[in-house]
């Protein structure tokens, strides 16, 4: 018997996507549009051809002559850019689309995670949805009966077993699809992004459990954008780009692609440059020194900057924080904050700046960049030099997300000591 | 856990799955569970729960009955009375009514089942059988009150009557598969099903007996399958008042298998694509 369970031979995947071409405000012409559309639509249907929204109709390869194989036992991290093609790659694998092009051969029960908690439905209760779910995943029924203490255990949520889906908090749902899908047990696993929910003790602990499946000797595919956990879990790595395979190595060399190919992207921006300075990059780097677009509220915040200067003293630079709309959240000058002025002697410098952890709602952010001249005159500034998300906030350990969307401002207040609430003196007197 | 299979599997664009039959008997607990949470909603939240099973059926005979019986004045069959004429009609038409209908809608219904995880997608038209056995056993009941009420005993018949009842189900998916598959594509399909299910209770004796149609029409008649379903049904429930058109009854078992023939290969053919498009 071979020891190859995925082998994966120049497959691609094309879709057809569509475009609209500019509106017209003629009315007219908008009818005559909508009409051509119409008998487009119709002959589609005719000759059994997909429909498609759109005046125009291009096609586009998602994924592109992959070709790659996983052992027994092998745990494999894909990595790549929002759209790279890492769910497609997936999703074909489990058979969810079939490939345009190519073939995959496959030995030994499959299961795939794209999302946690598929078809579980409100209006069922928790034990309910457990047995849905199960059986969506593929599990027969005996094995979720044997292992349905332990799910439940595992999701922490044996109070509300019996209670509908829908009086549920966001992260008790969570907790209960992550608990069913962590009690698959299948030689081949697919797993994609599940890991984006729930609160940070909880992230720990699917992670701790990821590990284990690991551990335990079956396949795992594991598309992540968290590159901590892909660093963690996994010894080998694919980095896709624009549906193509760039490497297919160990998992340091594949970071290090992605990084590299992240920068690439940066300088193709070009910022152009001030008349004393230029900022070349930025970055937000997470807990590994990695460039990253996503902050975890709390945790430290480190930028990183290269500048390149000349022979003009006193240079500041700027750093203007925005929150979704815009709107200036924060500030820092390393002139007038620190006292520090960029060198003036002429070479690029890489700046570091640690920022005390901050407590952001949930939502886009983007950092303007600017070099300013003693005489407050801006020399080089970069709009949106580094843009970030902050995918969940939870000040406390209830299950909420602070949401910038909420309108209570972009920072969660925190207290240095527990809330004392007692009984007022004054109170008392009257 | 024995009978998952271990043996390769090859996913190629177009090719045939070798498996799939196999893969559905493995998927059989889905489709149960999926029956069962259909099941489990369709009730859910209302006052009288399954008395709707009831209350739905019991109603539409009485209209029936003033309607076609008492205010049309159209000939019962044999001595029935026309109550129970009715009902015999009603029952397999509102079985097939609702498979086709529900089973149409399905895969729509389970688009995010559809692109988060792979199973034989024909096991989502498929549940509605299940929904709608249930409702039919239920209203079985009405039926065998309104007879007792009349005084009426099933003949040896009835021990026929699971034959009709699984031709009626056969009747149903055809179609329903069909336009399941079609639905996922073209959406415009959605609004022609109810239209269709309106105008079959028309055409289908449904509240009048097939035998009003002149001798000479009964062939062309039967071309419909339900002509072939509600008849067996009369037959079944009123024995000997109701004889059987023979040829009739011929034909719409071929239209059945044809519909079931189209209705499974155009699922097939589409299934694969199901993900890209729905």
Redesign the interface.
């Known amino acids: 018997m071979s020891d190859t369970v995925i082998r994966a031979t120049g497959l691609g995947k094309k ?1 057809l996507i569509g475009h609209n071409v500019e509106y017209s405000a003629m009315l007219g012409e908008a009818a005559v549009r909508r009409a051509r559309n119409m008998v487009r639509r119709a002959a589609d ?1 005719l000759c ?1 051809r ?2 498609i929204e759109a005046d125009e109709i291009e096609e586009y390869w998602a994924l592109r002559d992959v070709d790659f194989e996983v052992r027994r036992g092998e745990v494999v991290s894909i990595i790549g850019h929002n759209g790279a093609g890492k769910t497609t790659l997936l ?20 299961a ?1 995670l ?2 946690i908690g ?2 579980f ?1 409100p ?2 209760t928790g034990r ?1 949805n457990i ?2 779910n199960g ?4 599990m ?2 005996h ?1 979720v009966l044997a292992k349905f203490n332990q799910i439940v255990d595992f999701s922490g949520v044996e109070k509300f077993i019996d209670t509908p889906l829908k009086r549920y908090s966001v992260g008790m749902y969570a907790r209960l699809a992550f608990s069913v899908a962590a009690h698959l047990e299948t ?1 081949i696993l697919f797993v994609d992004e599940v890991l984006a929910v729930g609160d940070a003790e909880f992230q720990k602990r699917c992670l701790d459990r990821m590990s284990e499946v690991a551990n335990a000797g079956r396949s795992v595919l594991f598309v992540s954008h968290n590159l901590a956990a892909a660093a963690a879990l996994t010894r080998r790595g694919i980095v896709l780009k624009s549906g193509r395979l760039i490497f297919d190595g160990p998992i340091d060399g594949a970071l290090a692609q992605y990084t590299a190919s992240l920068e690439k992207g940066k300088i193709e921006r070009s910022w152009g440059r001030g008349e004393h300075s230029a900022i070349v990059s930025a970055d937000l780097l997470d807990a590994n020194g990695l460039p990253t677009t996503t902050y975890v509220p709390g945790t430290p915040f480190n930028l990183q900057v290269e500048v390149e200067t000349s022979t003009l003293p006193g240079l500041s630079l700027e750093f203007l924080l925005r929150d979704a709309n815009s709107l200036p959240v924060g500030f820092y000058s390393s002139n007038t904050f620190s006292e520090v002025a960029l060198p003036s002697m002429p070479g690029r410098y890489s700046c570091t700046l640690a920022l005390k952890p901050l407590f952001l709602a949930s939502g886009d952010y983007s950092f303007d960049l600017t070099t300013n001249s003693m005489t407050i005159v801006v020399d080089h500034k970069v709009t949106n030099a580094i843009s970030f998300r902050v995918a969940a906030s939870n000040p406390s350990t209830i299950a909420y997300d602070f949401k910038q969307s909420l309108g209570n401002g972009v920072i969660a207040l925190q207290l240095a000591t527990p809330l004392v609430i007692e009984p007022s003196r004054q109170g008392r007197a009257a | ?1 024995n009978d ?12 045939a799955d070798r498996r799939y039959w196999g893969d559905l008997w493995r ?1 059989r ?2 489709f149960f ?2 029956a069962w ?1 259909d099941v ?2 369709r009730y ?2 209302t006052v009288i729960g399954l008395a709707w099973a009831f209350v739905r059926p019991f109603m539409t005979m009485v209209v029936f009955t003033v309607i076609f019986g008492h205010i049309a004045k159209l000939p019962t069959e044999g001595t029935a009375p026309y109550a129970v004429l009715v009902l015999a009609g009603l029952l397999p038409w509102t079985l097939v009514s609702s498979i086709f209908s529900d089973g149409a809608n399905s895969v729509l219904g389970n688009s ?8 034989p997608r024909l096991i989502i038209p498929l549940a509605p059988v299940i929904v709608g056995l249930i409702d039919f056993v239920v209203s079985l009941v009405i039926l065998f009150g309104v007879m007792a009420w009349y005084g009426m005993a099933p003949g040896w018949h009835i021990l026929l009557l699971p034959v009709f009842i699984a031709l009626a189900v056969l009747v149903a998916i055809g179609p329903a598969m069909w336009a399941a598959a079609t639905i996922v ?2 959406r ?1 399909f959605r609004f022609v099903i109810p239209f269709v299910i309106q105008i079959g209770l028309y055409v289908s004796p449904v509240g009048f007996s097939a035998k009003i149609v002149p001798p000479g029409w009964q062939l062309l008649y039967s071309l419909n399958p339900m002509v072939g379903v509600i008849d067996g049904f009369r037959w079944a429930i009123l024995g000997g008042e109701s004889p059987l058109f023979l040829p009739g009854f011929a034909l719409s078992l071929v239209v059945t298998a044809g519909m079931l023939w189209l209705g499974i290969r155009t699922f097939r053919h589409t299934e ?2 199901f ?3 729905i």
């Open positions: 879709f249907m059994g997909a429909l999703k074909i694998l489990s058979r969810i689309l079939e490939p345009t092009t190519g073939r995959v051969e496959l030995s030994g029960r499959v795939s794209l999302e598929t078809g439905h209006e069922l309910e047995f849905l059986a969506i995943l593929g027969r029924r094995e030689e | 856990m998952w299979p271990s043996e390769r599997l090859i996913l190629e664009a177009g090719r998927y607990e889905l569970i999926l949470r489990a909603l859910k939240q995010q089942l559809v692109s988060k995880v792979y199973f594509k073209y415009d694969r694509g993900a890209d498009v």
